[in-house]
């Protein structure tokens, strides 16, 4: 059988002895091989620093961004060779699907929120300027670089391409290189993407490494510039971060460990109920997609104690209809374990929580397969529990397969107390339309969980599910569960840079983000800024018009065109009671309509169209008879890599006659890389 080769240094590494033999999950038949012998662990960190580091920096994030789709929709096209070679690993199509659309989802979500939520720059500025000092000529301001390191990204075997794609997004959107280091028992389908993506040559070299087999001595390589991120038991969480050479270099290491996760039912949701069909519905599924197999899966199910035998009898119905068997055949909905040894881990476990309850359904010793072997292939029964919440088996045993709990509660607060004895969650859920309790489950369940979904009527058509992360949401929980997280959206990426506070002038400010600071040095030109291109318009390029006197004709006719006539602007008497105003001020829209007609030039030209205003803030009243004058600055420019046009920011202060600020905000345009 094939023996898996390593990605390492530039190259493909063919290890030297016969390497561990690797078995289908619902057959036995062996499947390949597997040895990392001969790996240069130092070297190929080295090789990530040296080679991979450089390259992704050179880019902007809209660069990485689009390699990320573009990369993505390559692996689109592979996806039927991708889902008969997971079907080896125990996982029907429904399962195949689950972990690679949802690993190439991924990359498609982070491509696009790359695009939409990060500069197209290399460095990225975080938060507002922090001013410093009185006279504003001592300022600061947080960035946030890539690290000089490379990704270690250690993963479980149960999403063996989801798993290894949500760890590399973020990453390589950050600018970081990664080293991917698969579990064994499904490498061969990590193995075999990982062939597809080098194979591309879509990334820059470096970008990505793979090792098939063992870490070996890999971590004692690694420096405070790198990062390990792990997802597996607890145990093993607790020896990697232990690990001398992460201690003494304070690596930053994220854990994706054990979890108990729990749903509950709500008092609510009695028989018949909406709420009550989607309880049983969620939990059979969680036990029966991907074997139960899903660091997610509800391993805990709290119910009213009257509602106990009302929910046993329908999950127990439903659970009697899933069939067992080769993922491949027709019409089975639960395929096998990963591995043998993964079954016996079951049963073991199993054992452990028959200490302090028993079973309603299934049986933890033999099944009934289609089309399969039942010992030779990994296969179990869906196995559900009833115990008492009281012992602490139920809240320290997690059977990783198709396992679940039932429990029951008598009130809130004791509900709330058995979900946090978990130890620390990824996921729970509450099904229920009682909005009050949801609301104190929430609240109380929270700081043991890193995702609470709450399940009803109105979301359940359009709920991706308890079990389901999402790209934008932070994947990973406290406690028990590892105590890190990976993904959420654009924290996922921030995870693998560094935050530095950078004290100076504004115009040191200025150079250092590529954003105009308060303060810096504006450029008054001959040409309006509005007649500059892209290519030709400058961060700093300004334009000061006015002044414009605001008559109380204006006030009264904008009053009446609009008709917003708050008494501040239409009542005299009433103006002049009010503590913020005294008199009759004009509308803060009217300011910020006067302040565009000042600043405008109107004829066609570069500039293609205003698309909105954020951060805007009216700070002093403005009075009939006072005049107004704008003061607009190029504040950030951003080309669109895939347009012929980008987006500029600038910055608009509005002052009154005083040199009073009356309001500030940003405007955004839309404007042509070339003059048309």
């Known amino acids: 059988m094939a023996l898996l080769r390593s990605y390492v240094s530039g190259s ?16 036995g038949e062996e499947v390949a091989r597997i040895s990392s ?11 990530g620093r040296r080679v991979g580091g450089p390259a ?33 690993t125990g996982a029907t199509l429904g399962d195949s699907k689950f972990d690679i659309d949802g690993g190439i989802g991924v990359l498609f979500s982070y491509g696009s929120k790359g695009k939409r939520e990060l500069p197209n720059d290399t460095v990225y500025v975080e938060g507002n300027v922090e001013p410093l000092s009185r006279g504003g000529t001592f300022v600061a301001q947080h960035i946030a670089t890539p690290l000089r390191g490379v990704a270690v990204q250690i993963n479980a075997f149960n999403f063996p391409v989801w798993g290894p794609l949500e760890k590399f997004a973020p990453a390589f959107l950050a600018g970081v290189p990664s080293l991917v280091k698969p579990a064994s028992s499904t490498a061969y389908l990590t193995a075999r993407v990982v062939e597809l993506i080098v194979g591309s040559g879509i990334l820059p070299e470096g970008s990505l490494q793979f090792v098939a087999g063992s870490v070996g001595d890999l971590l004692d390589h690694v420096t405070a510039q790198d990062l390990v991120s792990f997802t597996g038991s607890a145990s093993t969480a607790q020896k990697l971060r232990t690990h001398p050479a992460i201690v003494r270099h304070a690596v930053r290491f994220n854990a994706e460990a054990d979890s108990l996760n729990c749903s509950i039912l709500g008092p609510d949701a009695v028989k018949g109920t909406t709420e009550f069909d989607l309880f049983v519905k969620q939990l059979t599924t969680e036990m029966t997609v991907k074997a139960g197999q899903k660091c997610t899966a509800i391993r805990r199910a709290f119910v009213p104690a009257e509602l106990l035998d009302d929910v046993a009898e329908a999950a127990s119905a439903r659970l009697a209809k899933v069939t067992v068997g080769h993922p491949a055949s027709e019409g089975v909905r639960m395929g096998a374990l990963a591995s043998l040894e993964q079954r016996e881990e079951v049963r073991r476990s199993l054992k452990a929580l028959l200490d302090a309850g028993s079973v309603v359904f299934g049986d933890p010793e033999t099944v009934e397969v289609v089309d399969a072997d039942a010992e030779r292939g990994a296969f179990i029964s869906p196995v559900l529990l009833k115990a008492d919440p009281e012992r602490t088996e139920p809240h320290e045993v997690e059977a990783f397969g198709p396992v679940s709990t039932l429990m029951p509660y008598t009130s809130t607060e004791q509900v709330v107390d058995f979900a946090a004895r978990g130890g620390g969650s990824l996921a729970g859920s509450v099904v229920s339309a009682d909005r009050e309790f949801v609301r104190e489950v929430v ?11 709450v399940l009803d009527a109105e979301d359940a058509k359009e709920s991706t599910g308890h079990g389901s992360p999402m790209p934008q949401l932070v994947h990973g929980g406290p406690g028990r569960a590892g105590g890190g997280e990976e993904m959420g959206g654009i924290r996922g990426v921030l995870h693998h840079m560094q935050r530095t506070a950078v004290q100076g002038s504004p115009a040191v400010l200025s150079a250092v983000t590529g954003r105009w600071v308060t303060g810096a040095p504006r450029t008054e030109g001959d040409v309006h ?6 290519a030709e318009l ?9 002044p414009r006197v605001v008559s109380q004709e204006d006030v009264d006719h904008f009053a009446e065109f609009t008709g917003d006539t708050f008494y501040a602007h239409t009542d005299p008497e009433a103006a002049a009671a009010n503590p913020l105003f005294g008199g009759i001020v004009a509308h803060g829209y009217l300011v910020v309509s006067f302040a565009a007609g000042l600043f405008v030039s109107p004829e066609p030209g570069p500039v293609l169209a205003n698309y909105g205003l954020e951060n805007l803030r009216f700070l002093t009243p403005v009075k009939v008879g006072d ?3 704008v003061t607009l600055t190029a504040k950030q420019i951003t080309p669109r890599i895939d347009q012929e046009y ?14 009073e600020s009356v309001a500030k905000y940003d405007v955004l345009t839309l404007v042509s890389k070339e003059q048309p």
């Open 12 to 27: 493909w590494h063919t290890a030297a002895d016969e390497g561990v033999p690797l078995h289908d999950a619902a057959t």
């Open 37 to 47: 012998a001969g790996v240069d662990f130092g070297a190929a960190l080295e090789y």
């Open 56 to 88: 992704l920096r050179e880019l902007t994030f809209h660069q990485r961004a689009a390699l990320l789709k573009a990369l993505a929709s390559h692996l689109r096209e592979h996806r039927e060779e991708l889902y008969a070679l997971s079907a080896r």
């Open 443 to 453: 609240l109380g369940a929270a700081p043991f969980h890193g995702r609470l979904l």
């Open 529 to 534: 800024p509005f007649r500059k291109s892209l």
């Open 538 to 546: 400058r961060i700093g390029d300004s334009v000061v018009a006015g």
């Open 627 to 629: 005049s107004l004058t």
């Open 646 to 659: 980008g987006e500029v920011r600038w910055d608009a202060d509005v002052t009154n006659a005083e040199g």
